[in-house]
């Protein structure tokens, strides 16, 4: 379980998240849905143990983060591959931190996903770089996935195999997945549970098929709803 406490984190004036206090249970799948700057990446961030709350608490499993990292495989949204290496030396690098790492697993979604271990990282398009990113995350056994923009640079074609790919390597019950996105419709169908950020602050937590239900509207209708007025 992920669980926020009361967590506040600030860049300078900026409150990033401003008091905010949830828990997502495990083995689902959780959408992380807001605009841009809204907070989403620096949850993230939280969760992966890359930074810390200046007020409150997260833990994952009832552990610091930092604690739990083993368990928790991250997708940042930046691009934090080296430019020099290829994707095999980028997996390599993993691989030596990562007992989770699923070598099997690893050969069979690159030729998924059209890569090629020698391809190097400064000689491939925007959106195969973030398929290889996508390819390192997923290749670890970890008990939480956590996908910042994962569709971000990638084109619509692509975007089918990627979530094709999440869907069929999904452990259900073993495996949790965050998605932070600001571009909810492709994810629309394949999110459990949704956490609506805006402005640092939590504006709904539910269960994607009671929104739509309750509601009578889309996910996509829900978040411009919420975030009118941004
Ligand atoms: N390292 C940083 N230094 C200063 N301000 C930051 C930093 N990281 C985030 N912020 C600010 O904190 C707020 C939340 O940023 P965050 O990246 O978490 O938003 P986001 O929801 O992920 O946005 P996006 O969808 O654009 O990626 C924004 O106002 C942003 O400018």
Known sequence: ????????????????????????????????????????????????????????????????????????????????????????????????????????????????????????????????????????AVSRRASYLLLDEPLSGVDILSREEIINTLIRDYREGEQTIVIATHEIGEVENLVDEVVFVKRGKIVLKQEAEVIRQERGKSLVETMKELMKGE
């Open 1 to 136: 379980m992920i669980e926020f406490s009361q967590v506040t984190k600030q860049y300078g004036k900026v409150k990033a998240l401003d008091s905010i206090s949830f828990s997502l249970s495990k083995g689902r799948i959780i959408g992380l849905f807001g605009p841009n700057g809204a907070g989403k990446s620096t949850a993230l961030k939280l969760i992966a143990g890359l930074s810390r709350p200046d007020r409150g608490k997260v833990e994952v499993d009832g552990q610091n983060p930092q604690a739990a990292k083993s368990k928790i495989a991250y997708l940042p949204e930046v691009d934090y591959l080296y430019p020099w290496m290829t994707i095999e030396g980028a997996a390599c690098f993993i691989k030596a931190f990562y007992p989770d790492w699923d070598e099997h697993k690893y050969k069979e979604l690159m030729h998924f996903l059209n890569l090629e271990p020698d391809m190097k990282i400064n000689k491939i398009s925007k959106g195969q770089r973030s398929k290889a990113k996508l390819l390192l």
